[in-house]
T-cell receptor
Framework: KQEVTQIPAALSVPEGENLVLNCSFT??????LQWFRQDPGKGLTSLLL?????REQTSGRLNASLDKSSGRSTLYIAASQPGDSATYLC?????????????FGTGTRLKVLA | KAGVTQTPRYLIKTRGQQVTLSCSPI?????VSWYQQTPGQGLQFLFE???????NKGNFPGRFSGRQFSNSRSEMNVSTLELGDSALYLC?????????????FGSGTRLTVV
């Protein structure tokens, strides 16, 4: 059974710091991995989608890497800003036949202090 | 381009009642998935529809049901509401049958059962 873990559960950093969020999954048989951001009480905003054949994706100050063999992904945020404060979720799509659903991690709650 | 639209945004219902939530996917998207988010259980998969057919169902009781219409709009229904059904219900859509394109989420419907 696929399990997704995110460490740390919460993180508080001063503005301007570079930071790394971690996501681990137990089964490497995945179609892809997606990072999301969720603001309090709101829906999910997609940040980056990494296909199983890819190693990383970049968008602006965000860079996500994927090491399928070790079951790990990292989200790197450069020069953090107070507007980056949110909960960050990673999700994988297992390749179990006919199953196109996300297994979500528990999230990392990030607070960037001005 | 309009995103995924969920209505209503907020609902308050009494135990024992039933409720119907609506989701309009991004134009051209044919796959719609539903998720439940609670503080204790996180994000959990409810079901997924493609071309009016339910392809996948999560581990939820039969009180949770859904359907998809020919225009790809989807509804989910919860009958005999319980206090534990209070949650944020999120809908997501994808262009294709598979997960290659990732999913785009709506803002959710916040259901409170009293």
């Amino acid at each position: 059974k696929q399990e997704v873990t995110q460490i740390p559960a919460a993180l508080s950093v001063p503005e301007g710091e570079n930071l790394v969020l971690n996501c681990s999954f137990t089964d490497s048989a995945i179609y892809n991995l997606q990072w999301f951001r969720q603001d309090p009480g709101k829906g999910l905003t997609s940040l980056l989608l990494i296909q199983s054949s890819q190693r990383e994706q970049t968008s602006g100050r965000l860079n996500a890497s994927l090491d399928k063999s070790s079951g790990r992904s990292t989200l790197y945020i450069a020069a953090s800003q107070p507007g980056d404060s949110a909960t960050y979720l990673c999700a994988v799509t297992p390749t179990t036949s006919g199953t196109y659903k996300y297994i979500f991690g528990t999230g990392t709650r990030l607070k960037v202090l001005a | 381009k309009a995103g995924v639209t969920q209505t209503p945004r907020y609902l308050i219902k009494t135990r024992g009642q039933q409720v119907t939530l609506s989701c309009s996917p991004i134009s051209g998207h044919r796959s719609v998935s539903w998720y439940q988010q609670t503080p204790g259980q996180g994000l959990q998969f409810l079901f997924e529809y493609f071309s009016e057919t339910q392809r996948n169902k999560g581990n939820f009781p039969g009180r949770f049901s859904g359907r998809q219409f020919s225009n790809s709009r989807s509804e989910m229904n919860v009958s005999t509401l319980e206090l534990g059904d209070s949650a944020l219900y999120l809908c997501a859509s994808s262009p294709e049958a598979g997960a290659e394109s990732g999913y785009t989420f709506g803002s959710g419907t916040r259901l409170t059962v009293v």
